[in-house]
């Protein structure tokens, strides 16, 4: 289905294209038309624009910091909060969370399948004088690569495409782990020469496929002993090698916006006001599927000997709103959505003490509204929204308060609210095992999370925030396995979903500083973490640290600026939670304790002209600081390995 998309865009690029530009002179007057005014010299850095699905905007970035090496990877974002698997493109286990939602209505689920997944308030949008092309590129585990690639024009003026392709595959150090992924977009960005309609747009294709091997079935002997016999990994016993997961997701998103009423050209009236209509479309066909080719008592007993789960939802969200603008009291916008849900498997299943239904399906209208409003160095914003009709759907409350003081210091104040539905997997569940079929639709409640955070960033002192969250009717997965079952390797067997009906309280505290002194620099990040409860269902660990040292210098007179340095890493110890494939979900567990290793990484980075080029030794210390480094129980974290990589920016 990618690459039919795929022929499909580049169909209807040429169509477009001849009928838009039906000869090579028209072309050159229309070129010379766009350029107009701009030379080489009058071209910044700042005019190649970068918008998010809010329209919030900012400009292309090519410079080479400690923040870039830090957001270098798969996911192209800090992993400060994360602890990755083995295999690049595999789950990551979480060591801190916030509790923050972007909707009040559940999700597919299958959550630990989804990091690479691409949400709509992930895309990217573009605005740029000429074409711009990024490249990011950077090896993998054995037998693979990992390319990251976008293209963005200008047709006009007006008129702005980007097509992306993200994709990846690596074999992995261990049998049977292999990661594959595929990420397709296109994205469109258009305002009218009055600036009065606006609209911006994407497509989406993406794929995510894993080879599943349940983890280490003899951990002590063959990894945590050091035995030399088994440095080659694909030499470890698992516990079973036929086992596959799939996440496939199609979505088409419009979002367009007409001005009513145009503001005043005179920006010193201050009952210049403007309305805004505005409608917003979304519709997402998705499905989490587990297959296995033999039924395997690690998950328990089936109905049948091949197995093969797929869960299936599809979306659609209209929106429909107006916005209220004026100088003297902000911008206003009210709007009322419409969401339609179909989440489904093939048949309804019938047991002896049961009856799990097929589908749920059903319409939800909600209400919201988005409040902005800047004065001086202070800035307000706030949004809300509320489920009038259906059973599923929520409400969502957003409030920030941001104060600028002298340039130097930020001090912003937030507050969340949200109440939601847990996700579909939790509510309504099939599987050819026979343990893993529930449906709770009446016994599950919302999930309710309310908390405040309070963020201090200063030149000077650094960054701090400390958040604080209160959750009440917590859904999580654990086992019911007996000491017993456990021990004869049933755990998995016997995973449920479970609501805490004890409220459960939260506290982050995160600080960053970096210390310079001449070419050398050390960036310190620290998070402390409490969590009160009455069982243990929400673990996390208690203190996470990351210490980067490093040298930045301009070399070569010039030609090159060199950046390399070693970073530590360290979580405490706690229970992590374990990773059961078969729901793509991870579970709470209080049996096992792992963490409180050191991670030491060595890199040197180069940039040369808009040219980022990336070396790094990943966890050169794991042959000698012991071999108990996990990423989940039975899931090692990995050993030392050398990758590199580059991220290349061209202009035309």
Same mark, same amino acid.
């Given at each position: 289905?990618?690459?039919?998309?795929?022929?499909?865009?580049?169909?209807?690029?040429?169509v477009?294209?001849?009928?838009?530009?039906?000869?090579?002179?028209?072309?050159?007057?229309?070129?010379?038309?766009?350029?107009?005014?701009?030379?080489?010299?009058?071209?910044?850095?700042?005019?190649?624009?970068?918008?998010?699905?809010?329209?919030?905007?900012?400009?292309?970035?090519?410079?080479?910091?400690?923040?870039?090496?830090?957001?270098?990877?798969?996911l192209?974002k800090?992993?400060?909060?994360?602890?990755?698997?083995?295999?690049?493109?595999?789950?990551?286990?979480?060591?801190?969370?916030?509790?923050?939602?972007?909707?009040?209505?559940?999700?597919?689920?299958?959550?630990?399948?989804? @990091?690479? %997944?691409?949400?709509?308030?992930?895309?990217?949008?573009?605005n740029?004088?000429?074409?711009?092309?990024?490249?990011?590129?950077?090896?993998t585990?054995?037998?693979?690569?990992?390319?990251d690639?976008?293209?963005?024009?200008?047709?006009?003026?007006?008129?702005?495409?980007?097509?992306?392709?993200?994709?990846f595959? @690596?074999?992995?150090?261990? $049998?049977?782990?292999?990661?594959?992924?595929?990420?397709?977009?296109?994205t469109? $960005?258009?305002?009218?020469k009055?600036?009065?309609?606006?609209?911006?747009?994407?497509?989406?294709a993406?794929?995510?496929?894993?080879?599943?091997?349940g983890?280490?079935?003899?951990?002590?002997e063959?990894?945590?002993?050091?035995?030399?016999?088994?440095?080659?990994?694909?030499?470890?016993?698992?516990?079973?090698?036929d086992?596959?997961?799939?996440?496939?997701g199609?979505?088409?998103?419009?979002?367009?916006?007409?001005?009513?009423?145009?503001?005043?050209?005179?920006?010193?009236?201050?009952?210049?006001t403007s309305?805004?209509?505005?409608?917003?479309?979304?519709y997402e066909?998705?499905?989490?599927?587990?297959t296995?080719?033999?039924?395997?008592?690690?998950?328990?007993?089936?109905?049948l000997?091949?197995?093969?789960?797929?869960?299936?939802?599809?979306?659609?969200?209209?929106?429909?709103?107006?916005?209220?603008?004026?100088?003297?009291?902000?911008?206003?916008?009210?709007?009322?959505?419409?969401?339609?849900?179909?989440?489904?498997?093939?048949?309804?299943?019938?047991?002896?003490?049961?009856?799990?239904?097929r589908?749920?399906?059903?319409?939800?209208?909600?209400?919201?509204?988005?409040?902005?409003?800047?004065?001086?160095?202070?800035?307000?914003?706030?949004?809300?929204?509320?489920?009038?009709?259906?059973?599923?759907?929520?409400?969502?409350i957003?409030?920030?308060?941001?104060?600028?003081?002298r340039?130097?210091?930020?001090?912003?104040?937030?507050?969340?609210?949200?109440?939601?539905?847990?996700?579909?997997?939790?509510?309504l569940?099939?599987?050819?095992?026979?343990?893993?079929?529930?449906?709770?639709?009446?016994?599950?409640?919302?999930?309710?999370a309310?908390?405040?955070?309070?963020?201090?960033?200063?030149k000077?002192?650094?960054?701090?925030?400390?958040?604080?969250?209160?959750?009440s009717?917590?859904?999580?997965?654990?086992?019911?396995?007996?000491?017993?079952?456990?021990?004869?390797?049933e755990e998995?067997? %016997?995973?449920?979903?479970?609501?805490?009906?004890?409220?459960?309280?939260?506290?982050k505290?995160?600080?960053?500083?970096?210390?310079?002194?001449?070419?050398?620099?050390l960036?310190?990040?620290?998070?402390?973490?409490?969590?009160?409860?009455?069982?243990?269902?929400l673990?996390?660990?208690?203190f996470v640290?990351?210490?980067?040292?490093?040298?930045?210098?301009?070399?070569?007179?010039?030609?090159?600026?060199?950046q390399?340095?070693?970073?530590?890493?360290y979580?405490?110890?706690?229970?992590?939670?374990?990773?059961?494939?078969?729901?793509?979900?991870?579970?709470?567990q209080?049996?096992?304790?792992l963490?409180?290793?050191p991670?030491?990484?060595?890199?040197?980075?180069?940039?040369?002209?808009?040219?980022?080029?990336?070396?790094?030794?990943?966890?050169?210390? @794991?042959?000698?600081?012991?071999?108990?480094?996990?990423?989940?129980?039975?899931?090692?974290?990995?050993?030392?390995?050398?990758?590199f990589?580059?991220?290349?920016?061209?202009?035309?």
């Open positions: 289905m990618r690459y039919i998309l795929v022929v499909f865009f580049m169909w209807s690029s040429i477009i294209a001849q009928d838009s530009t039906p000869s090579e002179k028209s072309q050159k007057t229309f070129r010379q038309k766009f350029l107009k005014g701009l030379t080489k010299d009058s071209i910044k850095i700042e005019d190649y624009k970068i918008i998010s699905h809010k329209r919030d905007t900012t400009f292309l970035d090519t410079t080479l910091t400690i923040t870039k090496e830090y957001k270098y990877n798969y192209r800090d992993g400060f909060e994360l602890m990755p698997f083995s295999n690049i493109g595999k789950p990551v286990n979480n060591l801190g969370v916030d509790f923050n939602s972007f909707t009040m209505y559940p999700m597919l689920g299958a959550k630990a399948l989804h @990091s690479n %997944y691409k949400e709509k308030q992930d895309i990217k949008y573009y740029v004088p000429t074409p711009l092309t990024e490249l990011m590129f950077k090896t585990m054995n037998k693979g690569q990992l390319l690639a976008v293209i963005t024009f200008n047709t006009s003026p007006q008129l702005n495409f980007s097509i992306g392709y993200k994709g595959r @690596s074999l992995g150090k261990y $049998n049977y782990d292999q990661a594959t992924s595929g990420n397709f977009i296109v469109t $960005n258009y305002s009218s009055d600036k009065r309609y606006q609209m911006i747009g994407h497509i989406a993406q794929d995510i496929v894993f080879e599943e091997n983890g280490l079935s003899n951990k002590k063959q990894f945590e002993s050091g035995n030399s016999e088994f440095k080659n990994r694909d030499r470890l016993d698992l516990i079973f090698e086992a596959k997961t799939t996440v496939l199609k979505r088409y998103f419009l979002d367009h916006q007409y001005e009513l009423v145009k503001k005043a050209k005179d920006t010193n009236n201050i009952i210049s309305i805004l209509l505005g409608h917003q479309f979304n066909t998705k499905y989490s599927e587990f296995q080719a033999k039924q395997n008592a690690y998950f328990g007993g089936s109905f000997s091949i197995i093969h789960d797929k869960a299936n939802l599809k979306t659609t969200n209209n929106q429909l709103s107006v916005e209220f603008d004026n100088k003297l009291l902000g911008s206003l916008k009210g709007y009322v959505g419409f969401y339609n849900y179909n989440y489904f498997f093939n048949s309804v299943l019938v047991t002896p003490s049961s009856r799990i239904e589908q749920l399906k059903g319409n939800e209208i909600s209400l919201g509204a988005i409040y902005k409003k800047k004065i001086g160095n202070f800035k307000l914003e706030g949004d809300a929204s509320y489920n009038l009709s259906g059973v599923l759907g929520g409400s969502l957003n409030a920030n308060a941001e104060y600028v003081f340039k130097k210091h930020t001090l912003k104040f937030s507050i969340h609210n949200e109440s939601r539905m847990p996700d579909f997997n939790y509510l569940y099939q599987s050819d095992y026979v343990n893993y079929n529930w449906q709770n639709t009446d016994l599950f409640k919302k999930q309710n309310n908390s405040m955070l309070f963020e201090y960033n200063s000077v002192i650094g960054a701090l925030s400390a958040k604080y969250a209160s959750i009717n917590y859904t999580y997965f654990k086992s019911e396995a007996t000491e017993e079952q456990i021990n004869q390797g998995n067997a %016997y995973i449920k979903p479970f609501q805490e009906s004890a409220s459960v309280g939260y506290l505290v995160k600080y960053n500083k970096e210390l310079k002194l001449g070419h050398f620099a960036d310190n990040t620290f998070m402390y973490q409490t969590v009160s409860q009455s069982n243990k269902v673990n996390l660990p208690q640290t990351r210490n980067t040292f490093y040298f930045s210098k301009n070399v070569f007179k010039g030609a090159m600026f060199l390399t340095g070693i970073t530590f890493k979580f405490s110890k706690y229970n992590m939670n374990a990773y059961n494939p078969a729901l793509g979900e991870f579970y709470s209080d049996r096992e304790k963490g409180g290793y991670m030491f990484d060595f890199f040197i980075n180069g940039k040369v002209k808009q040219t980022r080029i990336y070396l790094k030794a990943e966890h050169f210390n @794991s042959s000698f600081t012991g071999y108990d480094f996990y990423s989940a129980p039975n899931y090692p974290y990995r050993d030392f390995v050398i990758r990589g580059l991220v290349w920016n061209f202009f035309s």
